[in-house]
């Protein structure tokens, strides 16, 4: 949480959290803007996991399924990559998503500490120097 709040203080514009439980946990729901799930089936994500972990189906099987469904997230989730292909594949399209965002933040940028301080700072030069307030 404490990477969260720095990457807002200096304002970062996009911060992208791994996070598999986020719909489960909810504990980071509240800092997130947006949504992406990266999705794919259950026949591919026990070929990974087991791949991965060197876990038995059955183990794997058995944490997928503790999860809450991808049918669920995905209807949660403002975009959805789908990673049915290979990585590469699934990387161009997160990195199409993540530049469509960057390119659309524009004014929330400012609803960042330095963007508050100054947009803050700018209102006061405003209003000193132009209204003769302050």
Same mark, same amino acid.
């Given at each position: 949480?404490?990477?969260?709040?720095?990457?807002?203080?200096?304002?970062?514009?996009?911060?992208?959290?791994?996070?598999?439980?986020?719909?489960? =946990?909810? %504990?980071?729901?509240?800092?997130?803007?947006?949504?992406?799930?990266?999705?794919? =089936?259950?026949?591919?994500?026990?070929?990974?996991?087991?791949?991965?972990?060197?876990?038995? *189906?059955?183990?794997?099987?058995?944490?997928?399924?503790?999860?809450?469904?991808?049918? *669920?997230?995905?209807?949660?989730?403002? *975009?959805?990559?789908?990673? =049915?292909?290979?990585?590469?594949?699934?990387?161009? *399209?997160?990195?199409?998503?993540?530049?469509?965002?960057?390119?659309?933040?524009?004014? %929330?940028?400012?609803?960042?500490?330095?963007?508050?301080?100054?947009?803050?700072?700018?209102?006061?030069?405003?209003?000193?120097?132009?209204?003769?307030?302050?």
């Amino acid at each position: 949480m404490w990477a969260l709040l720095t990457h807002f203080v200096i304002g970062t514009p996009l911060v992208v959290i791994d996070a598999p439980t986020l719909y489960e =946990t909810k %504990s980071l729901l509240p800092v997130c803007h947006s949504v992406i799930v990266v999705a794919t =089936t259950e026949e591919k994500q026990l070929e990974w996991l087991v791949a991965r972990d060197k876990s038995s *189906k059955e183990d794997a099987l058995s944490r997928i399924r503790s999860q809450m469904p991808i049918t *669920k997230k995905v209807e949660l989730a403002e *975009k959805v990559v789908w990673n =049915t292909g290979s990585k590469e594949e699934a990387e161009t *399209k997160a990195i199409a998503i993540m530049n469509a965002y960057r390119n659309s933040l524009g004014f %929330s940028r400012l609803f960042s500490a330095p963007g508050l301080v100054l947009s803050g700072l700018a209102c006061w030069i405003l209003l000193r120097y132009f209204v003769g307030i302050v």
